[in-house]
């Protein structure tokens, strides 16, 4: 089979090429260095597949990995630039035959040599000051006690369209940082959280003013049925002081207070009484009973 004569350098445009986290997944995929023998092709990349998967081509040795870190897109073109000549050694002593099979790839002496200088390329590449890419989850990046809704501006009438760009400038603010190249994570989910949670509290607060104002309608009602009951004011006057109708204050006094019935079905209850007098007492005899086999 054909092997390549010249090595063809395949060089990485942004700063954050080599960075890819799945969604699902707690970490990005691992980096290479990866020198294709059929096309000559050298170049960086990610393994795109999950859980440890390699494609069959590196297994039969017609293509060679060689595991970088994460390498910013300077980095990455840095090692290009030095892994090109060992590279094209490589190329010069490997030939693809046919075992049977499938094609397999194979180094002489020389090519070995060289595979193994830019094996030990690559792992100077992988130390400490290496520039690197790395994730800024949304949840490190405010975990320094900033509100992002006060940051952001972010409220319950926030539109999807303006969280859209409140998004993109909070991922913007994470790649300005200086000196690092950060690829900002979980900032959509993140935000659309924190809208939530003040469109929750809007939801408990129409709770407890529907809650209040069921109580204060039946306290309303039940003054309009009182002042009604004197004879002293007409139902234009209560109404007035009601803010309502007179027709409505009319219907409210015919109407009367809802009937409740106590827990043994015998007995009517009337405004504010929980049990009958009889049930009242049976539950009174009943604590004193508990209480005193406690004390016992």
Known sequence: MTIADVVTVNYPTAEDELFKLYPGQHEPQPCHLDLNLENGELMVDYNAETGGAYPASM???????????????????????????????????????WDGSTHVGGLNEDAQTAYDELAALCEQWSGEGVPTVSHMSAEDWFSEGDDPCDTYNITADTTDAELEQIVEHAEQDVRNMADVVHVPTGFEAYLTIERAKLRDQVGAEL?????????????????????????????RAIGELAGVSHTTVQRIAETGPAQRWCGCLRTRLNDGQERCADCEKAVAELTAAVDSDGAR
């Open 59 to 97: 297994f039969h040795r017609t293509r060679m990995w060689l595991p970088i870190p994460c390498l910013t897109g300077t980095a990455a073109r840095m090692l290009l630039d030095q892994a090109t000549p060992i590279a094209q050694r490589v190329l010069a002593g490997a030939t693809i035959e």
């Open 207 to 235: 709770a407890t003013v529907r809650d209040d104002l069921a109580r204060l309608t039946a306290r309303r009602n039940a003054l309009i049925r009182q002042m009604r009951a004197w004879n002293d004011e007409s139902d």
